[in-house]
Each structure stands twice: as C-alpha cells, then as structure tokens.
C-alpha cells in the first residue's frame, strides 16, 4: 500500500507559499509523487526544473554580482543548487511529508531524505513553468533565494548543518546535542541510518536518514535547525 494523497487542504496551503496557483492540478500532484509510488511520477519534471532552476539562478547572479568573472559566478551557482541548498529551501517551503511515496521508501524515512525533497522541489519549480511559463517560474526561484546573501566570497561548501547547529547552541551555552542510529536498513553494502539528533535543554528530538551515520547526523541536524526556525526560542 502507498503513502496516502496529500488533502487538498495541503495544496491549498502549499499553493499559497508558492505565491503560485495551479491552473492545472494535476502538474503538482505529479510533482510530489516520487518513481516509488508508480507511474507517472516527477522524474521528468524534475529534469525540467533543474534547467529552469540553474538559468533563473544564472540570471539571478549576473545581475547581483556585476563584477565578477565567469568562474566566481559558477562557483556561487553551484553553491546554491547544490542538494544541501535545495533539501532546505525544500523544508522551508514545507515539502517534507507532502511527497507522495511508495511504502518501502516511507518505511525508510524517505520523507526526509534529502536528495527527495531537493528533486522534488527541481519538480516544483518544473511544474510552474509548464503551467503558467518562464517568468512565474523565474519569480518563484527569485522569492526562494530572497534571504539567500548573495556575495562572490560564498563557497562552493557552505557551513553544514552540525557545524551551524553547535554554534546556535554554542551561543546560548547550552550543552552540545546528542546524536543516536536509532535504525538502520538495507544491506551491510549499502545501509541508511535513521539518526536522532536531541536538544536536551529544549528536550526536543528530530530525526533524519542519511547513506552514512555522518550524513543521517547532517540531516537530523538539518531538521532540528528547521524545527528551531519555526520555533523561535
């Protein structure tokens, strides 16, 4: 059995965020299935959004950084449409849970997995151009990266999620979070590990799935971050 369809309530709210609505439906339904729940899903879109999203970036730079050369202006781009960028551009729009799944990959933690919630967010911007065209979809990545500060010293690795995370914490003098596996799953080959990350003076826990025990600890770090911002302490 498969991941339930998201309400229309959900698309309503989430059509509001996108400050875009859909005069085909159908385009975002599709956007949020992944290819494990079935066929037709946004693999497609998905290839599409990633050339509308990186043209609409390009163009974002070229006129933010005027004076920078070509390879200032690809090394900031990559920075920006890098998976690490879109996963949490994807849980500020509130995509995570929203993505339709089959049920091993929801029995896995796909719903947060974060290289679902970026191709799905590439699927996004996709579907609002074939509904309403270049320039909607143009203004939807524009608003994306509005509280992005756009500068020729950002890096292509940008400081990650545990790093950010201590030094919140760091800041407060509280005490460092805990990480814990609390599953894994799959072959010893190639095993996913669903880690906890908990604050323990807001004892408050979030969970995330990485490839690696490394990579689950960024992507829990990454949601109780997210969790922080829509939680202001």
């Known amino acids: 059995m498969n991941q339930q369809v998201p309400d229309a309530k959900n698309h309503e709210a989430l059509q509001a965020r996108l400050q875009h609505r859909f005069a085909n439906a159908s385009l975002l339904s599709l956007a949020l299935t ?14 599409l959004g990633d050339s509308v999203l990186n043209l609409a970036v390009s163009g974002m730079l070229y006129q933010a950084l005027q004076h920078q ?8 781009r990559a920075n920006l449409v890098k998976q690490d960028t879109l996963h949490k551009l994807a849980m500020d729009l509130g995509l995570t849970g929203m993505v339709r799944l089959g049920e091993g990959e929801m029995r896995s933690g796909g719903q ?10 590439e699927a996004v911007i996709g579907a609002v151009y074939l509904d309403a065209g270049y320039d909607k979809a143009q203004a939807l990545v524009m608003r994306l990266f509005e509280n992005i500060d756009l500068s020729p010293t950002m890096t292509a690795a940008a ?10 914490l760091q800041a407060r003098r509280w005490q460092l979070p805990i990480y814990r596996v609390v599953g894994t799953t799959g072959a010893a080959h190639q095993q996913t590990f669903d880690v906890e990350c908990e604050v323990t003076e807001l004892k408050q ?4 799935i990485g490839s690696s025990r490394r990579s689950g600890e960024q992507a829990a770090a990454l949601a109780m971050l997210q969790w922080l911002k829509e939680h202001p302490q």
Not at 112 to 121: N, V
Not at 159 to 168: A, G, H
Not at 205 to 208: A, L, V
């Open 34 to 47: 992944h290819r494990s729940f079935g066929s037709p899903h946004n693999e497609r879109l998905e290839f």
């Open 69 to 76: 050369p070509e390879g200032d202006l690809s090394r900031v």
């Open 112 to 121: 947060h997995r974060p290289s679902i919630l970026a191709d799905a967010l």
């Open 159 to 168: 400081k990650d999620p545990k790093t950010e995370l201590q030094e919140w």
């Open 205 to 208: 826990s979030q969970r995330g």
